[in-house]
């Protein structure tokens, strides 16, 4: 009841004093406005990093397998890796793990010549079983995926990727046409859904797919795998990986204390990894955020502290009419909140304008949360509170006496 | 309604010495009474009525306000005293710039009790006058006319003292003599009225004259008639 009216003496204070309000609140308004801004670009830009990888890596059900122990940078191809990883592991891997529902095998290579009639191309070359889509969660736009048989009898079809389409099939439908790998002649039999950009940027389009040995008997003469991908069970758990990797240090003979001569990766740690680079950013974005606004609280208790000396008069009159120091604290305290959180809404509004401005410039998905703005609004009705402490205690503390007669 | 005994306020200044503002002052006020306090400048008048309006609290003796032992309040329940049984007058008016005349009048009821009653505000704007004033602020009402608000603040919460300090010090004469009118009327309505003045003619009002020098009382008199004078020329 009393807190009302003693609010609402604020609240007619801050009217009165429209310069002082403005000034007060400006701080508060850029560091909310930027608190809103950052945490939502952090935000959208974690998740459009999740969709680029999610684009590159497929499905999250899956564990991948390289020949060879150390990292190595960049994709592997059949130049690059140790001939340690056979086709004979992934049969193995398919058939005796429970935990895991199927393996894909694949074979690739980088810069071979890819031709139609005049026109070439240097796509990714990759030869894949044809389970692969499904394990990849991918599909095919136009034509069909090759299938067992056509991989049994080393047939000599293709699917290629958007890139590869629009390089050496611009004019016409490539579903039928020869087009010749190194000199082996290969019949297009589907054309690959565009995957757009991975995480670093590079089309994800730029690829032709063949079913696996008939690369590995007819184009490229190698019996191991660049790599394998095995689609477990329960995503959630790391069985999958743990049982791959004793199944192959198994058949490798590979005994304590020799490190493994593979690598097992599965997307689901990679994204984990990525999510928390993204929550990383989103933290110093935000800590910068909150700096702003911090300068906005120390703004207002410096003015706050201004306005009490100027408005002794004003606290004098208050306290010979009947005004306890609780109710001055009350109502500086009140004017100082009421100034963050009417400083933290204009800055909540200006946010959101500048955020749809930067989503657009920068062609961001347009991720539009609450809980920054909420949050951003709570901070300044906190900003105010504490700020408001100081320069509120100090007009309690004004001498009524000296007050009136000044 | 006042009772004072053996009141006494020292500070410390801040060379340190120490200031006597009063030595053990001592009187009663009855309610309804008119009574002036005078004295030269550091005589102890100001202290004397701030420690009456309960602004600021005597170093020892006790003060009793209506029954209540005021002395020994803290801010709080001082806050409700001077909110609920004091309205102050000043020689500035000290009334809120930026701030109607209605709006200021209304101030003590929100740190009373009750709801803000505009009513009741008018109603105090209409008993000094004031009423097609309302609405204008502050700065724009004359000396006389913001007095006159001052007093209706001063009688918003009905309270049964009436602290004057000067009231006509920055006003000119006939002016002065309309708010000393009010004062009188407000008198013999039943408020207890205590103010201080070097005006002679605004000392004639009064019908007790209490003279302060140094710290303690002079000398505590009833004025009649023509020797309402009197006094302050000897003062003189």
Known sequence: MKLNKVAAQAVRSVRRYRLRTLLMMAGVVVGIASLAILTSIAESTKQDTMRRFKNMLGTFDTVIVRPGGGRSRGMPTLVTVPPTLRFEDAQAIATQLPQIKAVAEVQNAFDIDVKYRDRSASPAVFGVSPNWLALRGEDVADGAFFNLEQNDSLARVAVIGADVRKELFPDEDPLGKTLRVGDVPFQVIGLLKSRGAGPAGASLDNLMLIPVNTASRRLFNRDFLTMLVAQVRDPQS???????????RERHHIRPPALDDFTVTSPATTMAQVTRAGSTLTRILSGVAVMALLIGGIVIMSLMSISVSERRNEIGIRRSVGAARTDIILQFLSEAVLVATAGGMAGVIIGWGGLELVTRVRQLPHVLLWQPFAASL????????????????????TDPVRALRS | MIELDHISKTYQRAQGETVHALKEVSFRIAPGEFVVVRGPSGSGKSTLLNILGCLDTPTSGSYRLDGEDVSSY??????????SKIGFVFQSFNLLARTTALENVEI????????VDRKRAMAALDRVGLVARAGHYATELSGGEQQR?????????????????????????????EVMRLLKDLNREGSTILLVTHDDAVAAY???EIALGDGAIISDRVQTGDSALQPAGEAQ
């Open chain 1, 238 to 248: 790391t069985e999958g990986v743990t049982a791959v990797t004793s199944l192959l």
């Open chain 1, 378 to 397: 709570a901070m300044s009705f906190i900003v105010g509170s504490i700020f408001g402490i100081y320069p509120a205690w100090r007009a309690s503390r």
């Open chain 2, 74 to 83: 803290g801010d709080m329940q001082l806050s409700r005293v001077r909110n």
């Open chain 2, 108 to 115: 003590p009821m929100v740190y009373g009790d009750g709801h």
């Open chain 2, 149 to 177: 608000v001052a007093i209706a603040r001063a009688l918003i919460n009905r309270p049964g003292l009436i602290l004057a300090d000067e009231p006509t010090g920055n006003l000119d004469l006939n002016v002065g003599r």
């Open chain 2, 206 to 208: 009064a019908l007790r």
